[in-house]
């Protein structure tokens, strides 16, 4: 499963919600009709409208501010078999990046990927590090020169230190 959005506070009276997305294609993932998968069951997207960056989704059975409050903090997930790998070769989906090994340029084994976590200035690897603890490795060319899906790896060239943060 592949987390897209995560729904926040109830907006107005009528069930709607604000939505931060997660998913690099929000206009393919978040349109009238489709159906995310949470915790306790199916969700069905019935309309929205963006406001500030973030989607306001009014979902079906949702009819008031008190339902709609009882969905705050739900994530909102698609089966990842369904995306599309992207065209770019430099472009990769969350779930084929969640699990891989990261190890550095001079092969020492990190640990392994946890999540993604997109910020605005640029994503980040979260990392469970070996022997307990995770960090926060910037998605960037410079930091993370490979990225190899056949291999199971990662490799980082990681400033000194960025690991102790």
Not at 39 to 61: N, P
Not at 104 to 123: F, K, Y
Request: glycine share 10%.
């Amino acid at each position: 499963m592949l987390v897209v959005g995560h729904i926040g506070k109830a907006h107005g009276i009528r069930g709607e919600v604000l939505v931060t997305v997660r998913t690099d294609e929000p206009e393919r993932r978040f349109v009238p009709g489709a159906v995310f998968t949470t915790a306790s069951g199916k969700l069905v997207l019935e309309s929205l409208r963006w406001h500030q960056g973030r989607v306001i989704a009014q979902f079906e059975g949702v009819p008031d501010r008190n339902a709609a409050e009882e969905l705050r903090g739900t994530e909102l997930q698609v089966e990842s078999s369904e995306i599309p790998d992207p065209d770019d070769p430099d472009e990769f989906n969350d779930h084929q990046l969640v699990g891989l090994r990261v190890v550095t340029v001079d092969g020492d084994d990190l640990g392994e990927i946890r999540q993604v976590n997109h910020a605005p200035s640029s994503d980040l690897l979260v990392l469970a590090k070996n022997g307990g603890g995770t960090a926060l490795i910037p998605f960037v060319s410079q930091m993370v020169p490979t990225v190899d899906l056949a291999g199971g790896r990662v490799v980082v060239d990681l400033p000194e230190g960025l690991l102790d943060l």
